[in-house]
């Protein structure tokens, strides 16, 4: 995902609270949310 691009050398659990304070609205944070999960799998 796009945050992976910008942070490769961030694991996701320093990546999620950057990504929380950064995305505004609810329905970005759930599909950027998605979009890292689905990456890890």
């Known amino acids: 995902p796009e ?3 910008q942070l490769p050398n ?4 320093v990546i999620d609270p950057l990504l929380y304070g950064k995305v505004d609205g609810l329905g970005v944070l759930k599909a950027a949310v ?8």
């Open 10 to 13: 961030k694991p996701v659990e």
């Open 3 to 5: 945050v992976q691009k």
């Open 34 to 41: 998605a979009a890292i999960k689905k990456a890890n799998q």
